[in-house]
């Protein structure tokens, strides 16, 4: 820091003990403990992989405030450490306290890596930094791991350090060692005032609260029949949730749930990647969007027809399906009565290719 000395809360958490739950790939659950969440301000961000064998210090976020969460030592596997990481993730981005740019370093995690054998207390622990995407907390954790088991195997120790993971080499380095007492010389500072958090505005934040995700995810599953897999991605963000939700309203509601998902999911964040777009900016509003689907469900237009008329839609930005169908005269026919109309029509202009395909030459169906 600029300054010569950081701000934080230390001991005197605003959050204390609590736990986060987390899903893995086999469908189990399991509770990671939080040790406490504590504000601090930014030092500055340490770069070390854009200049050839030295780092660099960036300090123009110096100073901004930081929530620092610590996690009790419950996590026994990569896969459950990168979940953990992406649930708290999902969680800051749901409730807008952080956009989660990890690249940015608006979201990052430092990881405690450390080994022991079944019943025995815990290893030494080493400390990974330079962790700014989910990918390379999982590689670097996975090459502590080697790194590790293979001093441990050989008879050597491991010595507490902070460690760099070097993504290029698929290595991490020593950056520096650690003495088992954190001497950081914490001293008062005696122009912050004391921060008094009332009962009251516990309980009206509380209330405040919006729907949390993983609340929400089970709502959609129990009321709009869609699977884990799809309220999982349709609660990755709190803007996909309510876009989604503004779809199925539109549509019809609830029993249009599913076919909602498909094309939320499907056509819509297909158009959405391929123009490089973010919800926000979408030529196609979740009532516009709704709408359509409405159609395809009364019978107006089918699957097929509705691909091209969502396609116009995004070309042409604020005309609705009606609106579309109407100037392109896509209405699928749906009375019986013009159909087997417009199939005497046609089988009576075309007698010859009729006899063909009755005297056995089936290519003539095609010709009709």
């Known amino acids: 820091s600029p300054k010569g000395y950081q701000i934080s809360q230390m001991d005197n958490p605003i959050v204390g003990l609590g736990h986060i739950d987390i899903q893995l790939e086999d469908g189990t659950v399991k509770r990671i403990g939080v040790t406490r969440a504590h504000l601090e301000e930014d030092a500055g961000k340490s770069i070390h992989d854009q200049?050839?064998?030295?780092?660099?210090?960036?300090?123009?976020?110096?100073?901004?405030?930081?929530?620092?969460?610590?996690?009790?030592?419950?996590?026994?596997?990569v896969e459950e450490a990168v979940a953990y990481i992406k649930s708290i993730h999902t969680l800051v981005r749901w409730l807008g306290i952080s956009d989660g740019n990890m690249a940015e370093g608006s979201f990052r995690a430092d990881c405690n890596v450390s080994l022991r054998r079944p019943g025995q207390p815990f290893g030494t622990r080493c400390e990974l930094k330079n962790l700014n995407s989910f990918r390379f907390?999982?590689?670097?954790?996975?090459?502590?791991?080697?790194?590790?088991?293979?001093?441990?195997?050989?008879?050597?120790?491991?010595?507490?350090?902070?460690?760099?993971?070097?993504?290029?080499?698929m290595e991490t380095r020593s950056m520096r060692s650690k003495e088992e007492a954190?001497?950081?010389?914490?001293?008062?500072d005696p122009d912050l005032l004391p921060v008094i958090i009332a009962d009251a505005q516990i309980e009206a934040a509380r209330a405040a609260l919006p729907e949390l995700h993983k609340a929400r995810r089970a709502r959609f599953i129990a009321d709009f029949a869609v699977t884990e897999y799809d309220a999982h991605v349709l609660t990755l963000s709190r803007e996909m949730a309510d876009f989604y939700e503004a779809v199925v309203a539109a549509a019809g509601g609830a029993k249009q749930g599913k076919v909602s998902a498909n094309w939320v999911m499907g056509e819509f964040s297909g158009a959405l990647n391929k123009a490089g777009l973010e919800l926000a900016d979408s030529p196609v509003s979740a009532e516009q969007l709704g709408g359509m689907i409405a159609r395809i469900v009364d019978n107006t237009i089918n699957g097929?027809?509705?691909?091209?008329?969502?396609?116009?839609?995004?070309?042409?930005?604020?005309?609705?399906?009606?609106?579309?169908?109407?100037?392109?005269?896509?209405?699928?026919?749906?009375?019986?009565?013009?159909?087997e109309a417009i199939i005497k029509d046609v089988l009576a202009a075309n007698e010859k290719m009729v006899e063909e395909y009755k005297s056995g030459k089936e290519k003539a169906f095609n010709g009709l």
């Open 51 to 77: 200049f050839e064998g030295m780092s660099g210090i960036d300090l123009n976020r110096a100073g901004t405030p930081l929530l620092e969460i610590v996690s009790e030592p419950d996590m026994r596997s």
């Open 137 to 169: 907390i999982e590689q670097a954790i996975n090459v502590e791991i080697e790194r590790q088991m293979e001093i441990l195997e050989y008879g050597g120790e491991i010595d507490q350090e902070t460690r760099l993971f070097d993504p290029n080499k």
């Open 182 to 188: 954190n001497d950081y010389r914490y001293f008062p």
């Open 304 to 339: 097929k027809i509705a691909k091209q008329v969502f396609g116009f839609m995004w070309e042409a930005e604020g005309k609705s399906a009606d609106d579309i169908i109407a100037e392109k005269g896509l209405k699928q026919e749906t009375d019986t009565g013009a159909i």
